[in-house]
């Protein structure tokens, strides 16, 4: 009689052992569930394709004089009067139409500095402080940061931050049917596959 009785009890809580288990790894499923859906990204903007008919291995050498051993001094920030640097390039490959030049920070979800398109192809280079306009004087735009102003806007970074900032200027072979004000991933998209070089700048600003 005895071993009836005590084998009865041990079967209950067998069963309510169990049945704990399921209900507080339900529970962890449910409280993980807003942290693995806060860690997916949105899709990134598409990365341009070159056109079939560039040249192998065409590269443009983007430098600048304004830029300092890899470093941005503090007047071209949001710390100092915000101007746009001084740019300069070697000569884009003879079927270039236009250049497009984007400014972009990978490390805050790759922001947007600045988007600069039709820029002529007889253009060598851009000087310090381009005007926060629509269109400049030789006939190229400039379109909408994610700061949602036109023009250039310099790094503005966390405080105690070190971002790096990627200058990518691209020779197409067409010129771009945008107006004023475009975004990047607009600009990216209508010039998919009429790249026909590229050329590539990194610097980096610590606040």
């Known amino acids: 009689m005895h071993l009836c009785e005590s084998a009865l009890p041990s079967r209950l809580i067998d069963y309510s052992a169990g049945l704990m288990a399921r209900i507080l790894l ?4 449910l409280l993980a569930a807003p942290f693995f859906a806060g860690c997916r990204h949105s899709d990134p903007v598409r990365e341009p394709v070159a056109t079939a008919g560039a040249e192998p291995n ?11 051993d890899g470093q941005f001094p503090r007047a071209f920030t949001c710390d100092g009067e915000d101007t746009s640097p ?17 400014v972009t920070d990978p ?8 988007v600069l398109f039709n820029l002529p192809a ?7 402080n381009i005007p926060k306009q629509d269109q400049l004087a030789d006939g190229s735009r400039q379109g909408r940061n994610d700061f949602a102003k036109i ?6 970074a966390p405080r ?17 049917d945008l107006p004023a004000g475009a975004t990047r991933a607009q600009v990216e998209d209508a010039m998919n ?15």
């Not at 070697?90 to 030049?101: F, W």
């Not at 490390?107 to 600045?114: E, I, K, R, V």
């Not at 596959?193 to 606040?207: E, P, Q």
Request: proline share 5%; net charge positive.
């Open 26 to 29: 339900l529970l962890a499923l």
């Open 58 to 68: 065409a590269a443009l050498v983007l430098s600048s004089s304004s830029l300092q």
């Open 86 to 102: 001084a740019l300069a390039w070697t000569a884009p490959p003879s079927n270039t139409k236009s250049l497009v030049l984007t």
């Open 107 to 114: 490390d805050a979800h790759t922001f947007t500095h600045w």
């Open 122 to 128: 007889s253009a060598k280079s851009l000087p310090e």
């Open 151 to 156: 023009g250039y806007a310099g790094p503005c």
């Open 160 to 176: 105690r931050s070190t971002h790096r900032y990627f200058f990518d200027l691209f020779a197409l072979n067409s010129t771009l």
């Open 193 to 207: 596959t009429h790249v026909v070089a590229r050329g590539k700048l990194m610097a980096r600003y610590s606040r």
